[in-house]
T-cell receptor, first 115, second 115 residues
Framework: AQKVTQAQTEISVVEKEDVTLDCVYE???????LFWYKQPPSGELVFLIR??????QNEISGRYSWNFQKSTSSFNFTITASQVVDSAVYFC????????????FGTGTSLTVIP | GAVVSQHPSWVICKSGTSVKIECRSL??????MFWYRQFPKQSLMLMAT?????????EQGVEKDKFLINHASLTLSTLTVTSAHPEDSSFYIC???????????FGEGSRLTVL
């Protein structure tokens, strides 16, 4: 069974602090994809990153970085020097060729950055 | 990148009326589209998988007679909420799979309010 767990429901940080959003997944597939999406108050899902199961390299994109650890089935997301515009709900998701492209979303983490 | 457009973004209707939401893939053909429903402060729940030229596959607990899905072409899927009631008020999001990359592209979402 596919499952994504985001244990942190809500997080508040003060602007310029670093924050890490946790994501733990479960799958029996050897080939799968992991995603992070940002959902601002407007509701639209904004794609942040896609990582396939064979690529464990960590990735950095500006203030965003992702740590993929297959050994612990985790795909954590860190925002450095947070800004007010980072305030949103962040979803981690799992999909794969064996799921027919169906996405399995975590419950989301609501991040509030306080100015 | 691939674009998925949803229309309308907002809709308010009276109880008992039917509402149609359109989901279009603008620059690619999508044999499969997905419809999600999101309640406030909750994650996205998959409602159904829409396949071009065939009947949609509904998730357990989703009433297929209430949420009619039509996928008549490779670029358009529609969700019709029939005889809408206040409990149907929600945020509906569609997505489309482009190719075999495992990536989904999401529409902007449609916020339905039933009075």
């Amino acid at each position: 069974a596919q499952k994504v767990t985001q244990a942190q429901t809500e997080i508040s940080v003060v602007e310029k602090e670093d924050v890490t959003l946790d994501c733990v997944y479960e799958t029996r597939d050897t080939t799968y994809y992991l995603f992070w999406y940002k959902q601002p108050p407007s509701g639209e899902l904004v794609f942040l990153i896609r990582r396939n199961s064979f690529d464990e390299q960590n990735e950095i994109s500006g203030r965003y970085s992702w740590n993929f650890q297959k050994s612990t089935s985790s795909f954590n997301f860190t925002i450095t020097a947070s800004q007010v515009v980072d305030s949103a709900v962040y979803f981690c998701a799992l999909s794969g060729p064996n799921t027919g492209n169906q996405f399995y979303f975590g419950t989301g983490t609501s991040l509030t950055v306080i100015p | 990148g691939a674009v998925v457009s949803q229309h309308p973004s907002w809709v308010i209707c009276k109880s008992g009326t039917s509402v149609k939401i359109e989901c279009r893939s603008l620059d690619f053909q999508a044999t499969t589209m997905f419809w999600y429903r999101q309640f406030p402060k909750q994650s996205l729940m998959l409602m159904a998988t829409s396949n071009e030229g065939s009947k949609a596959t509904y998730e357990q607990g989703v009433e297929k007679d209430k949420f009619l899905i039509n996928h008549a072409s490779l670029t358009l899927s529609t969700l019709t909420v029939t005889s809408a009631h206040p409990e149907d008020s929600s945020f509906y999001i569609c997505s489309a799979a482009a190719g075999v990359t495992g990536e989904l592209f999401f529409g902007e979402g449609s916020r339905l309010t039933v009075l």
